[in-house]
């Protein structure tokens, strides 16, 4: 079973569009964090949200955390070619080594 | 910012052979390391945690004598895909936790290595 459901899996658009990306779980989180991968390189880290109903914004990003802390979306407007990547969200589950497990990701191509 | 450095960023080798990669933290102490492997247009996932000092954890379904895991000092962590074959190839990425009291300190991931078994 996977802990965390991403949705679309895969998404092309064309420069100047909106999206919207979501992740979505059952279980309910303490923090949820978003990564954004380009082909070659490791995930950087964009945001971590901690608060059920919180809203940051990334310059032409959106991140809000749901209010029962169970899921979150990633909003971009006016989507750029330099947004293509894969969108990942992720969180920490239990134990002592505190390990952090990935959705399965969105690949987002935007097109010029 | 903490830096991840991961070597070498590609291998190409033969069926039969046995490759380390190397994940280090440059400007701070890690306790604890991660290993992830992932493949194309895929998520990555979680093969092992690596704690300075001690044997690695290993997640379900993960060989720990085709991948071993060294941690021998707080700024090192090795990967060993031992008698690699073409089914081992993927892209291993590391990460390396600050060391600290509380479990919950951020990951840095290293820029992966490309791993491929000809």
């Known amino acids: 079973t996977q802990l965390l459901e991403q949705s679309p899996q895969f998404l092309s658009i064309q420069e100047g569009e909106n999206l919207t990306v979501y992740c979505n779980s059952s279980?309910?989180?303490?923090?949820l964090q978003w990564y954004r991968q380009e082909p070659g390189e490791g995930p950087v880290l964009l945001v971590t949200?901690?608060?059920?109903?919180e809203v940051k914004k990334l310059k032409r990003l959106t991140f809000q955390f749901g209010d029962a802390r169970k899921d979150s979306s990633l909003h971009i407007t006016a989507a750029q070619p330099g947004d293509t990547g894969l969108y990942l969200c992720?969180?920490?589950?239990?134990?002592?080594?505190?390990?952090?497990?990935f959705g399965k990701g969105t690949l987002l191509t935007v097109n010029p | 910012g903490a830096v991840v450095s991961q070597h070498p960023s590609w291998v190409i080798c033969k069926s039969g052979t046995s490759v380390k990669i190397e994940c280090r933290s440059l400007?701070?102490?890690?306790?604890?390391m991660f290993w992830y492997r992932q493949f194309p247009k895929q998520s990555l996932m979680l093969m092992a945690t690596?704690?300075?000092?001690?044997?690695?954890?290993?997640e379900q379904g993960v060989e720990k004598d085709k991948f071993l895991i060294n941690h021998a000092s707080l700024t090192l962590s090795t990967l060993t895909v031992t008698s690699a074959h073409p089914e081992d190839s993927s892209f291993y990425i590391c990460?390396?936790?600050?060391?600290?009291?509380?479990?919950?300190?951020?990951?840095?991931f290293g820029d992966g290595t490309r791993l491929s078994i000809l």
């Open positions: 990460s390396a936790r600050l060391s600290g009291r509380y479990s919950n300190q951020p990951q840095h």
């Open positions: 279980s309910v989180f303490s923090s």
């Open positions: 949200v901690v608060t059920g109903g």
């Open positions: 992720a969180v920490y589950s239990g134990g002592s080594n505190y390990k952090l497990t």
């Open positions: 400007d701070f102490q890690a306790t604890t």
């Open positions: 690596s704690n300075e000092g001690s044997k690695a954890t290993y």
